[in-house]
């Protein structure tokens, strides 16, 4: 296993479960820090559970969300709500949660090296197993064998990069600051995102309780945009984003941990398999960060793998052939979320359908609702084809539209 994370632990942890020796590979050591949105949206909250790791979660004490409020710089606002039947969102900072998900795979039987780096990963094949040239922290390098290789190490992915499956360098250019903060900001119980042409602004708080203190608070530019931040003074810019994208501070913002900097974040991968290797979480593939759905692709695909590899191992077979079927899932069970993601840049990218977008939610929070619920993975994405999703849409026109002057002709 290469990589420590939630994806990477998550898979180690299910196989050590089913009785498999695993040994995980973290050129970090934990606890550490990760530029990450922290969210766990309702899907994700759902996995852990049915994995039989939500309790470890809770323990981290997070804080809980039921929503987003989402903004636009020109000052429409549009509320949205999981609902009962999707569950809440999660929310706490990353190297809580994931120190409890690889203790977790630890008390599970693993074995686990930190402060160590994988240079390369070869596949198997013709009677040899995939092998992995490993930088010890000594600075010496030496070659491990395995019956097979998880990569789980992230957006740029030295396993997937070894493997030559990268499709392509990103053409959606963001890159990300993250920071935890203190002070008093936004009510409680929802996160709040900000769209604007030169910078997304997001707010969610991540700790317990009814008056949070501690938020996540990341501002994503373009590529272009970011590069006098980025050599300069990345708290500013975070912190000046804050106060003129989020007005509702009553105490702070202050900076209290990092920033980190992350992306670009469009990694598409030609495929996730080869003969003995899987490539899992970031790993395996990623587009845009905005709507949160990372930790929730982690650990579902950390799932997936766990049972592809498992069957692979009891049939002693680990070709490309055996490991396909991971990678047909993978495809087929992401496609439409994909899908959503792509259409999500496509209107927020651009001014005047983001405006215009947020304004008609405003007026029919139920649309809003569906999209959340999709985009937090607690309905699949298909659902938005159904009528009861769009309707409240054309029930409620915007002011003076062609669409509401020829619903008062029919009154």
Not at 71 to 82: C, D, K, L, N, Y
Not at 263 to 286: E, I, S
Not at 334 to 363: F, K, T, Y
Request: with cysteine; hydrophobic share 45%.
């Amino acid at each position: 296993m290469v990589g420590a994370g939630p994806a990477g632990s998550t898979t180690a942890g299910l196989l050590a479960g089913l009785g498999w020796s695993v040994h995980v590979l973290e050129r970090s050591r934990f606890p550490r820090a990760k530029a990450c949105g922290e969210c766990l949206n309702p899907g994700a909250v759902a996995t852990l559970e049915r994995l039989g790791l939500l309790d470890v979660v809770l323990h981290a004490g997070p804080a809980v969300l039921d929503g987003w409020e989402i903004r636009t710089e020109s000052g429409a606002t549009a509320r949205g709500f999981f609902g009962p039947a999707a569950g809440p969102a999660l929310a706490l900072p990353r190297d809580r949660l994931d120190q409890a998900l690889l203790d977790r795979a630890r008390s599970r039987g693993i074995v686990v090296e930190e402060g160590v780096r994988v240079e390369s990963v070869r596949p198997g094949g013709r009677g040899l197993l995939p092998s992995a040239d490993v930088r010890e922290e000594s600075g010496g390098l030496r070659t491990r064998r395995a019956r097979v290789i998880v990569g789980a190490d992230g957006l740029r992915s030295r396993v997937a990069r070894s493997l030559g499956v990268v499709r392509r360098s990103p053409r959606l250019r963001k890159l990300s600051f993250t920071a935890r903060v203190r002070g008093r900001g936004p009510a409680a119980g929802k996160g709040v995102l900000v769209l604007g042409d030169a910078r997304t602004v997001g707010l969610a708080p991540v700790e317990a309780g009814p008056r949070p203190s501690l938020w996540n608070a990341t501002v994503v530019v373009r590529a272009p945009a970011a590069g006098g931040p980025r050599t300069g003074d990345p708290a500013s810019l975070v912190r000046s984003a804050l106060l003129d994208a989020i007005p509702d501070w009553t105490r702070g913002p202050d900076i209290v941990d990092g920033p980190w900097a992350s992306g670009p974040f469009d990694w598409p991968m030609r495929r996730v398999t080869a003969p003995g290797v899987l490539l899992v979480g970031d790993a395996a593939g990623y587009f845009d960060p905005l709507t949160g759905q990372g930790i929730y692709r982690a650990l579902t695909t950390a799932e997936w793998a766990a049972e592809a590899i498992d069957g692979a191992l009891r049939q002693n077979r680990v070709s490309s052939v055996d490991m396909r079927p991971y990678g047909s899932r993978l495809r087929r069970e992401l496609r439409w979320s994909r899908a959503v993601q792509w259409a999500v840049e496509g209107v927020v990218s651009r001014a005047p359908l983001r405006d215009a977008a947020i304004g008609r939610l405003a007026r029919a929070p139920a649309a809003l609702d569906a999209l959340l619920r999709v985009t937090g993975d607690a309905r699949p994405a298909w659902t938005l084809l159904h009528p009861r999703s769009w309707l409240p849409l054309l029930r409620r026109p915007l002011p003076g539209t062609t669409m509401e002057i020829a619903i008062a002709d029919r009154r």
